[in-house]
């Protein structure tokens, strides 16, 4: 004879889908304590331009440089062939990134981030800021692969795309501490820094972060900079 399992009673039913439920609760609490674990014991700084010491601050959700310092020359063409130089955006708060066209997978996402801060902001707080990207690859960024970039990522007009030669860009690395070389086995792809650096008002470095960062903490120091 066939044999049959025997139906399971509605209090076994309901115990089944309490402990169900418990351990989703379990699950999600778990998460939470490993989120809130990290925040408490990452490093509290890592390093600021050319080095410089940067630690926490109650100010900024960025890292803040110990000592603000005056920001290094920035002087290049957009890849529209405007001239830029950044002491002409004294009053602002300035963004500068280091990023490249072919990018596939960090360069992405700090400037999808940059443009999520930039939506979070108010029509006023933008017109404060100014978000500036720097070349890592002098080949490979042209003034097409750039328009095609900024209009994928929502970022044409509000973003600084500045390009130059290997000479002019190799300059601008070294003022900033910044690396990038290419890659031998993949020479589309560039090995560099991916810092975001936060220039106050007063033109002065004060606020570093690694490319990992949030865009509420952007949206938090933008006004703090911009007055600053």
């Known amino acids: ?3 049959h399992s025997e139906p399971v009673p509605p209090s076994g039913r309901r115990g089944l889908a309490l402990r169900r439920r418990d351990l989703a609760v379990l699950a999600v609490m778990l998460a939470v304590l490993a989120v809130l674990l990290y925040l408490l014991v990452r490093p509290p700084a890592s390093r600021g331009i050319n080095g410089s010491a940067v630690s ?3 100010s900024y959700a960025g890292l ?3 000592e603000p310092l005056p920001a290094p020359p920035l002087k290049l063409d957009n890849y529209l062939g405007v001239p830029f130089n950044l002491a002409s ?3 602002k708060a300035v963004f500068v990134t280091f990023l490249y ?3 596939p997978n960090v360069c992405p996402v700090i400037t999808s981030h940059l443009h999520t801060a930039l939506t979070q902001m108010s029509a006023s707080e933008r017109a404060e800021v100014q978000i500036v990207a720097v070349s890592v690859d002098p080949h490979g960024d042209t003034p097409t692969t750039v328009a095609q970039f900024l209009r994928l990522h929502e970022m044409t007009g509000r973003m600084q795309y500045l390009l130059g030669s290997a000479a ?3 300059k601008v690395w070294r ?3 910044v690396s990038s070389s290419q890659q031998a086995a993949n020479p589309e792809l560039v090995a560099h820094s991916a810092l975001i650096y936060g220039i106050s008002a007063h033109d002065k470095v004060t606020v570093i972060y690694p490319d990992n960062f949030s ?3 952007i949206v938090h120091d933008a006004p703090l900079l911009a007055r600053s």
């Open 175 to 177: 003022d900033w501490g």
């Open 168 to 170: 002019a860009l190799g």
């Open 64 to 66: 803040a440089e110990t």
């Open 215 to 217: 865009p509420s903490e």
């Open 56 to 58: 926490t601050s109650h």
């Open 101 to 103: 066209t072919h990018c």
């Open 1 to 3: 004879m066939a044999e």
């Open 89 to 91: 955006y004294r009053g």
